[in-house]
């Protein structure tokens, strides 16, 4: 059998989404750096993070996405992202309702790119609401490591001006309950949005 | 180990192995310079490569990464005892490694070992020197030349393993016959 191109191409833009959120420094170092995917035929295995297992599998042959993780929150946020993508999918858990991860059908090769898209995200899920701003303060970089570029910082700076309005769609989606998980959904969905113009502005 | 991490790994340790195999070959032309810290740190990043390697490999393949792992462990009292002497000075099947030194039994039969687990592995030795030039002119040269080469068909053994992958960025496919 032959490879999906739909598949490659997919996985390929991934590939440059997820270096935009390290760009932006919305990745830890030891999270980015074993992201990885492997395509067979019509089957991709996602590394999507560091620890062990924390992956996907896309099948389009039947149509099912499996992302597993062990945080129920970020499980929940991951539901809402693959669900945007046109998913449907169910949050899986174990004895005592330990969280498993998301199972998804509905994958197709129309939607596919939109689903490896949505995986960029799970990358970022260890961001807390609290952790937004120290991060991006020019005043904490150096417990980041490396000085962000200008264009980055500007970058960011925009996006911390923003935070009210981020908070405002979190609290609208959440009932007045903008947990972190919550919080990161909507930031990570504004820079899904706005890739193009972003990257646009970084490789100036 | 998951298939994605350990394609992943497998390339990533291929690319280091080819990158030792060509800092080794430029050392060893470098003969009449002198053992440095180049040296040393060589052996050093390739040993913790190999370490690492050997567990995700099985059978005759393992047996070889252990081999030279084994060989650069033994090896590494000899760059800090000629640190400082031109490499073609450092006659490192000696003890002590220089002229006048007496054979050193002990790395001659690693490097006899790594040769054999070789054959085992390809059907034939993986250094060019070892054995081709006295024992006593063998120098720290001849010694990177040959591990240079053993650690290229390592490098071979490597890119077999995950050969069958096309790779751009962070994504492998399944080459296509």
Redesign the interface.
Known sequence: M??NPR??EA??K???L??LFHKLKLYDHNDYE????????NKA???VGSSP?H?THIDLDNKTLEYYDTDAEVNASMRKHLEDAGLSCNVMTGEGKRALGVTCTGVNESNVEEVFRKLAAATSMDIRAGMFEARWNPATEKIWGEKPTDVVNEVCQELRNEIDEINDTCLSLTGGKCFDHAFDYCLTKKIMEREEELWKRLEK | M????K??FLIEATNRMLQYELNGRELASARNEKVSDEDWTLMYDALSDLRRLSLTLSGREREFTESLEDVLSGFEATVDYCFDDERSECKVLLDPPKKGGSPSPKRITLLYALDDASRRLFGRRCTWLFGEVPNEEYSESAFLNDISSCIHKLAEVLEEKYGS?NM???????R?E
């Open positions: 032959a490879n598949l490659i996985c390929k991934w590939d440059r997820t270096e074993p992201l990885f995917c492997t395509i067979r035929d295995e996602v590394v297992g992956k | 998951e298939e994605a991490r394609i992943k992958f751009e960025g962070k994504c492998a496919w399944l296509e």
